[in-house]
């Protein structure tokens, strides 16, 4: 017996470093070098933390939780507060790398988001630091596209047309990527470069439920070097759709005129009848107590 809680005292002793070793091991998140230099082209403004905030409060916020109020979830390693001294004291390219790669419990996100959308949450976190500066990129010879993005639909043969200046002139070869902001999130159409006259086009499906007149808002991204420019817009390429409550026709409290007559019936005479037996019951109750 001696010997049994002996071996489990050594036991319970080896399981807790191993486990402390474990957590060691993972307290230090190495960035390697060049990520960690890495940083934005864009300088960041409201619009970027604005559609970061978004991203964030639909991809982080259940583990993150609310920045400022340290109420993220409680899990090993921490995922820690985005306003937190941990995250803020790091580098643009450090947290860019981290979100992109992700570890253990830290999912990796450089296939869910695209690369301005990683930049746009890290806009957001550095919102929350007031002494933060960016750092200004050494462009050194390198010249950043000004982009100027026409969007149209040509309703004959169901295309979204993009035409894209840069610097004042024909965009050639520039990386155009078109999405459809849907309920949950966005649709996208597809992925190619500007033609010889600066013009990309994409397939759309005009079966695709628009508003009421058929506006399906439309998001487009161009992309060429450093260059880099959003548009969003509406744009008349959807089936005009009136959106019907999920529970019209359904519900048989809210909307009495959509039962059927023998529900109603039903319904009203159970009440009814509920009533009078309570009703019958009191009376033979008081009945009782004049007997006794
Ligand atoms: C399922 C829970 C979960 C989700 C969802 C999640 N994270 Fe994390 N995150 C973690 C955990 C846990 C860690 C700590 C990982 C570690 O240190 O190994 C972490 C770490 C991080 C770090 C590094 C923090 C540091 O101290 O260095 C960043 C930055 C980060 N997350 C950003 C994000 C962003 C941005 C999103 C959404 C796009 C996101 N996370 C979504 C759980 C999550």
């Known amino acids: 017996m001696k010997n049994f809680i002996k071996n489990k005292i050594v036991f319970t002793i080896i399981l807790l470093l191993s486990i402390s070793v474990a957590a060691l091991a993972q307290i230090k998140w190495e960035v390697p070098k060049k990520d960690n230099d890495k940083i934005s082209f864009q300088m960041f403004n409201e619009d970027m933390a604005n559609d970061g905030r978004l991203l964030y409060e639909l991809s982080c916020a259940s583990c993150h939780g609310v920045p400022t109020e340290t109420n993220y979830a409680l899990m090993v390693p921490s995922p820690g507060d985005p306003a937190d001294e941990v995250m803020q004291n790091q580098t643009d390219g450090s947290l860019f790398y981290k979100i992109a790669v992700g570890r253990d419990q830290m999912p990796k996100f450089e296939d869910v988001l695209a690369e301005d959308e990683i930049w746009n949450i890290v806009a957001y976190f550095r919102s929350f630091n007031p002494s933060y500066i960016q750092p200004i990129p050494d462009l050194d010879g390198i010249v950043i596209p000004e982009f100027d993005v026409e969007l149209a639909y040509d309703e004959n043969v169901d295309k979204l047309v993009v035409k894209v200046k840069a610097d004042g002139s024909t965009g050639l070869d520039v990386e155009?990527?078109?999405?459809?902001?849907?309920?949950?999130?966005?649709?996208?159409?597809?992925?190619?470069?500007?033609?010889?006259?600066?013009?990309?086009?994409?397939?759309?499906?005009?079966?695709?439920?628009?508003?009421?007149?058929?506006?399906?808002?439309?998001?487009?991204?161009?992309?060429?070097?450093?260059?880099?420019?959003?548009?969003?817009?509406?744009?008349?390429?959807?089936?005009?759709?009136?959106?019907?409550?999920?529970?019209?026709?359904?519900?048989?409290?809210?909307?009495?005129?959509?039962?059927?007559?023998?529900?109603?019936?039903?319904?009203?005479?159970?009440?009814?009848?509920?009533?009078?037996?309570?009703?019958?019951?009191?009376?033979?109750?008081r009945k009782l107590k004049k007997v006794v």
């Open 176 to 285: 155009v990527s078109a999405f459809i902001k849907t309920m949950f999130g966005k649709y996208a159409l597809g992925k190619t470069l500007t033609n010889s006259v600066g013009i990309a086009y994409f397939d759309v499906d005009s079966k695709i439920p628009g508003d009421s007149l058929g506006y399906l808002t439309t998001i487009v991204k161009v992309k060429k070097g450093y260059g880099f420019k959003k548009v969003t817009e509406k744009l008349q390429m959807g089936t005009p759709t009136t959106k019907i409550s999920a529970i019209a026709g359904r519900h048989l409290w809210s909307t009495d005129d959509n039962a059927p007559f023998w529900l109603d019936f039903i319904f009203h005479a159970t009440i009814i009848f509920i009533w009078g037996a309570m009703f019958i019951v009191i009376y033979q109750l």
